[in-house]
């Protein structure tokens, strides 16, 4: 098919042209004396990226799947009590890698459409005054669901409790796109992958870790040996990593840090959120329901709800086959009813109508009782209005 297949995933997302440019390079010496300039910066703009003055960033050349394994081995002892609020799928992958690493997982069900109860995790710390629970693992952006969590909300419900568990913070497909604080708002691991909003290819977990995490990696019993971040902060602060990193990937997140601060932190927060609520917009348009319970609703992805007659997934195929682009599908309880839009990494308003647009010829193709061309004009008004 002609053209380009568009990405309208919430991941991998498209690689701008200067990232993939810069990451076309010869291999080159990562023991030399100059790897340092390369990798040193990186790891002091990522800190910029988490918003940590105080926290230490890290680069693995591995997954965001592997960074909740990092968390969980590098600062907790076997058998100790973590606590998970299950609300989609990878809030649900999370907790069953930590039963599956031998740590005792308490885990709390809701409803597939909103986050973190913060009331009812307050009330949960309360109760447990021997302080059991030794880590929070709070997901910020559930992907699957297109829900976001109040992470600043967890802190608070954390001190009112008292309570001096770490907290972990999945943030996958939220961070470099969504506002995050990790200073600010008291996180003690931020989890994040080289796909979504850093624009890159899959393959680099991007961590950062409070020094209260990083104390505690002193007392850690869990077995560890490639994920071991004390072997990554000892050669790190020499420049140097202890295994052999993934040059190509390091040149294109130089050159992707350099975009996001370009923009400035807050634009790229205020350009997902345009890009995301013209999508709302045009869904409201279509007369469909977003899974996302009000409140709670993503800027990266909005997972949408088709009638019970309709199956998401002609949807989807009809739109990679005859459209040329690429939906996320729905996960798990949602497989079938729901299909995904994602609106993250190096988007604009006019690719974004470009992804509603095939939507909307998809969902006339497969029998959807919409107007051809609501959703579009929902989405364009929207646009037009708030451009600057």
């Known amino acids: 098919m002609a053209g380009r297949n568009h990405l309208y995933i919430p991941g ?106 913060l009331d009812k995790l307050e009330a949960r710390l309360k109760e447990d005054s021997k302080h059991e629970i030794k880590a929070i693992l709070a997901t910020h952006n559930e992907t699957a669901t297109g829900v976001t969590s109040d992470i600043a909300g967890v802190r608070k419900a954390m001190d009112a409790a008292k309570h001096p568990a770490l907290m972990f913070v999945d943030g996958v497909s939220s961070i470099a796109s969504i506002d995050f604080r990790m200073d600010e708002w008291g996180v003690d691991g931020a989890i994040s992958g080289s796909q979504k909003g850093f624009m890159l290819p899959a393959g680099g977990a991007f961590l950062a870790f409070s020094q209260k995490a990083l104390k505690a990696t002193e007392t850690s019993t869990y077995p560890r040996c490639f994920l071991d971040l004390r072997d990554q902060m000892n050669t790190n602060k020499d420049g140097y990593t202890p295994y052999t990193p993934n040059l190509p990937l390091l040149y294109g997140l130089r050159k992707a840090l350099d975009l996001l601060l370009e923009e400035g932190l807050d634009n790229v927060y205020a350009r997902h959120y345009r890009l995301a609520e013209g999508t709302r917009k045009a869904v409201a348009a279509w007369g469909l329901k977003q899974c996302a319970h009000p409140g709670f609703e993503s800027n990266t992805v909005t997972a949408v709800i088709v009638p019970e007659d309709k199956d998401a997934r002609h949807v989807i195929s009809t739109a990679f086959s005859k459209y040329n682009i690429s939906l996320g599908a729905g996960l798990s309880e949602l497989a079938g009813k729901a299909f995904r839009i994602g609106h993250v990494g190096d988007m604009n308003d006019v690719s974004m109508l470009g992804a509603i647009a095939g939507v909307e010829m998809a969902l006339l193709d497969n029998g959807f009782d919409i107007k051809a061309g609501s959703g579009v004009a929902a989405a364009i008004e929207y646009y037009r209005a708030t451009a600057k």
């Open 12 to 117: 991998p997302t498209n690689v701008p042209n200067e990232v993939l440019n810069a990451m076309h390079i010869a291999m080159e010496d990562h023991r030399s004396p100059i790897f340092p300039q390369l990798l040193t910066p990186l790891l002091q703009d990522l800190k910029k990226i988490f918003r940590t003055e105080t926290g230490q960033a890290f680069i693995f050349p591995a997954t965001g799947t592997a960074g909740w394994e990092i968390a969980l081995t590098n600062c907790l002892n076997p058998g100790d009590k973590v606590l998970i609020y299950r609300f989609g799928q990878f809030s649900h992958l999370w907790a069953e890698m930590a039963k599956r690493l031998g740590f005792d997982v308490e885990i709390h069900q809701e409803t597939w459409g909103k986050g973190i109860p």
